[in-house]
């Protein structure tokens, strides 16, 4: 096993390597010409910004002052983002660079002026002395490349180079602004059979992967309190990554919570990210806040289905997670039920216990486009409404961002789940 993982993470550091490299020829070395200052900054960026992303992903779990953790948390993440980006720019400009050449060569060869009759050779008189024959063993030089080739090339790399790294730049920070504005409400209609008349239009406010950390901080939160408050919803379903990093940390930043109201209360289940800051230690902080935490149990809400929450399948590692039985094993099957899970990959457990309805996060929705594509193949649903059997599964967007504090193509919401009686 550690074999394995030694090899995977070889192979993810050459593929780093090569992608900064790649990075630097076209953003720096194609586009500055050998000594110049720009040449020498553009290097030493491409070398330090690395630096600061593995600085950034490593301080929280090495245990580093929080002071620290903020101050490469921006810088770091932000370049993953923006080195995403500017290479799929860049891959892009590839196909353009060969053609913008040869566009420029046309219109040089249309410009050029006619070319002049040649001149008449003239006679070599008989005494002139003939010119001495090159020495056979004096390697023909190449010629230079003309100046007008090497401006057109110079040209053209700065011209993909640049579009490359302004689109790059436009897209992260439009998805930044998308993260730090906050989440918008999505609304979502769910039919379930089993639910009585009186419970058509029951709203459950549904929150996942707030991500509090060393970025989205107290004002986040705010935010989010303050969005979920203002639909009023008859119930609050927190399911699961509320933070990166512990309650010493981040406590402060977690209090707006304390202010979320709902007719029939707020719920809490863990997500994998709260086994890496102290499960324990955020499950009673959160319940001093005033959510009530479901770990692998369940409740009957008043209002006529019963509603249970498992602990996210990370928790295996200290010997908790998930427990089906315990929460779902002894209900009543006559009553509808809730499951609040943080992996929609636990589906099928659902499905198996005669769960009508799976409330889950840990997506993002990909957050980083074509991100989505890679979520698709360790989750059944990536995001939004499905069913499996005779069990629906929501999986929302989330409500902030892992990592780069910035979405793209997977924008951010809480979804107000309204639950439909097919007897109404």
Request: glycine share 10%.
């Amino acid at each position: 096993m550690v074999v394995v993982f030694v090899l995977v993470l070889i192979v993810v550091l050459a593929v780093l390597a090569a992608v900064h490299w790649y990075v630097w020829r076209r953003l720096v070395r194609d586009v500055t010409t050998r000594g110049s200052l720009p040449r020498r900054l553009g290097t030493v960026a491409v070398v330090a910004l690395p630096m600061l992303s593995f600085a950034a992903l490593t301080s929280s779990r090495a245990g580093a002052p929080f002071a620290l953790q903020q101050v490469v948390a921006w810088p770091g993440f932000l370049w993953l983002a923006l080195l995403l980006y500017v290479t799929l720019a860049l891959l892009v400009g590839e196909a353009v660079r060969p053609l913008l050449r040869r566009l420029l060569e046309r219109r040089a060869q249309a410009a050029a002026p006619a070319e002049a009759p040649a001149p008449v050779p003239v006679p070599v008189p008989e005494r002139a002395a003939a010119a001495p024959e090159e020495p056979a063993d004096v390697a023909p030089q190449p010629a230079p490349e003309p100046p007008a080739e090497v401006s057109r090339r110079l040209f053209v790399s700065r011209v993909v180079g640049g579009a490359a790294a302004a689109a790059a730049a436009g897209t992260v920070g439009y998805g930044t602004y998308g993260v730090l504005r906050g989440p918008r409400v999505k609304r979502v209609t769910v039919p379930l059979a089993k639910i009585p008349r009186a419970v058509h239009g029951y709203r459950i406010a549904v929150v996942s992967d707030i991500h509090l950390g060393p970025i989205l901080g107290r004002a986040h939160t705010q935010r989010i309190v303050d969005t979920i408050n203002s639909t009023q919803p008859d119930l609050i379903a927190v399911v699961g990554d509320l933070v990166d990093g512990t309650v010493e940390n981040l406590g402060s930043a977690a209090e707006p919570l304390a202010r979320l109201r709902a007719r029939h209360g707020s719920f809490f289940v863990t997500g994998n990210h709260e086994y890496f800051s102290g499960a324990d230690a955020w499950v009673d902080h959160v319940r001093e806040l005033g959510l009530r935490p479901l770990r692998n149990e369940r409740v009957e809400v008043a209002a006529g289905f019963d509603l249970a929450g498992v602990d996210d399948i990370a928790g295996e590692s200290e010997g908790q997670g998930p427990d089906f039985g315990r929460a779902l094993g002894d209900r009543d099957r006559a009553r509808a039920a809730v499951l609040l899970a943080h992996q929609p990959i636990v589906v099928h457990d659902a499905v198996r216990h005669g769960v009508d309805l799976q409330l889950s996060g840990h997506t993002h929705g990909g957050q980083l486009w074509p991100g989505n594509y890679l979520a698709e193949l360790a989750n059944p649903t990536v995001a939004g409404l499905e069913r499996y059997g005779d069990t629906q599964l929501y999986v929302s967007r989330g409500a902030g961002a892992w990592g780069p504090p910035v979405r793209v193509g997977a924008p951010s919401d809480i979804t107000i789940v309204e639950l439909a009686s097919k007897q109404a």
